[in-house]
């Protein structure tokens, strides 16, 4: 079946990984194959250093073909989410996942029960330990809170459980919730899926605004119980994780596997709250272009006068490779070869999956790209996003041995954001007429105000509702609704009469994809933070910037990520990346300001 009418060098080529489907099924029956013998040093591993390795590279090895199938999967079924096929295919992978950590959930307790000295003489006697080592010190760092073979066993089958409550919001928000169909005065009726409510909702055309986000809500409130009860479910697996754990809260569980202190959660969320007047400020300015007294759906329009501009799919290729010439000829060559190897799905579709992404899986192929181009400045920008997370896996995958090319998401938001960083620079010092200089501040404002104060909403929302489950208190759509909305109205400046945010507004968080990731979003922030301070860098003619950021991007999963940005340049314990991020943001603020003439 088709799913869209994207021309074929502006698809995805999946037959870099596969064939074909009859392709991918023989190495699924190869994989499967091979599990009976993934196990067969259980209980040896600490007879020697090469039986040690023996059992890490088979397992590396099985986790790198798994890699290829679950690739292949996910990214058949997100291209059109309707073909129960290509569902089956990615359900039956997941099943797979789940045999194959009950195969080797021995590694981990078998490796703790050795002694600490034990491992390191081992790494010190076998130097094909090398590419395990981080691994082994860091599973060392975490013995508290691994268990035995059998209750390792028992937790990897709890995954067929835990990812229920994810599975179902996707299935839900791109398929079955009912989409309302709302006409605009210029007679087009417009079916309110994700995708068009993000196209539409930039509309400058404030009545259209105005009809589109009551309805698109409303859906969500049709179903806030269901989905209250579902986010419900998704907090309790994690509540449960952590406690068989032994971990004394959630967010320690979320944020011990990158070795990420608790205090750099809550240190974002003082930081932020710290200069809502930032944010305050850059809507009165919006307030004050618009001329209107904001409510919620005004938040989007772009500040410009004029309709802004559609960029075609070759133009939004040369404004990110350009852009990205700070970073040098060696990214730039690959970022061509990404754009002519047809790394990219570029095009909405019906039922193809709403949103954008990366994916590294393909370790010995290359990434690929998942977009829902929509030709606006914005498109362009998710463009240089997701081609940050593609490069940062590339150079990874190209520098790092499989055992350490995955890299946490911590990092991982750092490479994205800086990409949309350095284009909206190059954009702006392009930029001739006032007009265009003030879409793209605004622009800018607008990706500071969705990536630092609206994510770390989410997490400070997500961190509540985390807490009052470990408090023993219940989750409800009502609930989920009334906590919601103070936060929004907080952070928006409702109570002081900068923004009017109405009650239709309190479900948005059930529209969000991201609560069900597990303490994910704050890295969105912290990513931003970073990114910044290594753009600024970068800007300067630092002469060592560029090297620095090179080698963070090849160092893929090598260290902790707090080590790895430190390498590059950036401590996020201190102050200084966020002062820089708010003197940045009050900088565009002024221009803005002084574009607009004193107020």
């Known amino acids: 079946m088709e799913t869209s009418t994207s021309a074929p060098n502006e698809t995805w080529n999946l037959a870099d990984i596969f064939p074909d489907s009859r392709r991918f099924e023989e190495a699924r029956r190869d994989f499967r194959e091979t599990l009976p013998t993934l196990d067969r040093r259980r209980g040896r591993l600490a007879e020697s250093a090469p039986t040690l390795l023996d059992?890490?590279?088979?397992?590396?090895?099985?986790?790198r073909r798994f890699a290829l199938l679950r690739c292949y999967s996910s990214l058949k079924a997100d291209e059109d989410v309707r073909i129960d096929r290509y569902q089956a295919m990615r359900q039956e992978i997941e099943l797979l996942a789940t045999e194959f950590s009950g195969k080797i959930a021995f590694l981990r307790p078998?490796?703790?029960?050795?002694?600490?000295?034990?491992?390191?003489?081992?790494?010190?006697?076998?130097?094909?330990?090398?590419?395990?080592?981080?691994?082994?010190?860091?599973?060392?760092?975490?013995?508290?809170?691994?268990?035995?073979?059998?209750?390792?066993?028992?937790?990897?089958?709890?995954?067929?459980?835990?990812?229920?409550?994810?599975?179902?919001?996707?299935?839900?928000?791109?398929?079955?919730?009912?989409?309302?169909?709302?006409?605009?005065?210029?007679?087009?009726?417009?079916?309110?899926?994700?995708?068009?409510?993000?196209?539409?909702?930039?509309?400058?055309h404030r009545p259209d605004r105005q009809r589109i986000f009551p309805e698109y809500y409303r859906a969500f409130s049709g179903f806030k119980d269901t989905l209250g009860s579902n986010l419900y479910s998704a907090v309790k697996a994690n509540l449960f994780r952590a406690r068989v754990r032994r971990y004394d809260s959630c967010l320690t569980a979320a944020l011990d596997p990158d070795n990420v202190p608790v205090e750099v959660y809550r240190n974002l969320i003082r930081q932020v709250h710290g200069r809502l007047d930032l944010l305050h400020r850059y809507f009165r300015i919006r307030s004050r272009v618009l001329g209107l007294e904001l409510g919620y759906p005004d938040l989007y329009c772009p500040l410009s006068s004029e309709p802004p501009r559609s960029y075609s799919t070759r133009e939004a290729n040369r404004l990110v490779t350009e852009s990205l010439e700070p970073l040098g000829p060696d990214?730039?060559?690959?970022?061509?070869?990404?754009?002519?190897?047809?790394?990219?799905?570029?095009?909405?579709?019906?039922?193809?999956?709403?949103?954008?992404?990366?994916t590294g899986w393909a370790y010995d192929v290359h990434p690929y790209v998942l977009m829902n181009y929509i030709s606006d400045y914005e498109s362009v920008s998710t463009l240089a996003h997701e081609m940050g997370h593609a490069m940062h896996s590339h150079f990874s995958n190209k520098h790092q041995p499989y055992a350490t090319a995955d890299y946490s998401v911590f990092v991982a938001e750092v490479a994205s954001t800086l990409n949309e960083a350095l284009l909206i620079q190059l954009m702006l010092r392009r930029a001739s007429e006032a007009d265009e200089k003030r879409f793209l501040l605004g622009s800018y404002l607008e990706g500071i105000r969705g990536t630092l104060f609206r994510q770390?909403?989410?997490?400070?929302?997500?961190?509540?509702?985390?807490?009052?489950?470990?408090?023993?208190?219940?989750?409800?759509?009502?609930?989920?609704?009334?906590?919601?909305?103070?936060?929004?109205?907080?952070?928006?400046?409702?109570?002081?009469?900068?923004?009017?945010?109405?009650?239709?507004?309190?479900?948005?968080?059930?529209?969000?994809?991201?609560?069900?990731?597990?303490?994910?979003?704050?890295?969105y922030a912290t990513g931003i933070v970073a990114a910044t301070a290594l753009a600024e860098a970068l800007l300067s003619g630092d002469p060592q910037a560029q090297q620095r950021y090179l080698g963070f991007l090849g160092a893929g999963g090598s260290d902790h990520p707090l080590e790895l940005l430190r390498e590059a340049g950036v401590d996020l314990e201190s102050a200084e990346p966020y002062e820089a991020t708010f003197r940045a943001i009050?900088?565009?603020?002024?221009?803005?300001?002084?574009?607009l003439g004193s107020s």
């Open 456 to 523: 770390t909403m989410f997490a400070e929302f997500e961190l509540e509702i985390h807490e009052r489950v470990e408090r023993g208190e219940v989750l409800t759509g009502e609930i989920l609704n009334s906590l919601y909305v103070e936060l929004l109205r907080k952070y928006n400046g409702h109570d002081e009469g900068v923004v009017t945010v109405d009650e239709d507004y309190a479900v948005e968080w059930a529209a969000i994809p991201h609560m069900y990731y597990n303490f994910y979003v704050y890295q």
């Open 110 to 204: 078998e490796i703790l029960a050795m002694k600490p000295e034990t491992v390191e003489r081992f790494i010190e006697e076998e130097a094909g330990l090398a590419p395990h080592a981080h691994f082994l010190h860091d599973l060392m760092r975490q013995r508290t809170h691994v268990l035995g073979p059998a209750e390792e066993r028992i937790m990897a089958e709890t995954s067929l459980l835990t990812r229920s409550a994810s599975s179902l919001f996707n299935v839900l928000n791109n398929v079955e919730l009912p989409r309302p169909a709302v006409q605009l005065d210029s007679g087009e009726r417009v079916r309110l899926t994700p995708v068009e409510f993000q196209k539409h909702r930039v509309s400058q």
């Open 55 to 63: 059992a890490l590279e088979q397992i590396t090895e099985a986790a």
């Open 586 to 595: 009050e900088r565009s603020l002024d221009q803005l300001d002084g574009l």
């Open 331 to 358: 990214y730039v060559a690959a970022l061509r070869g990404a754009f002519d190897d047809r790394w990219i799905d570029w095009h909405p579709g019906e039922g193809k999956r709403s949103g954008a992404y990366a």
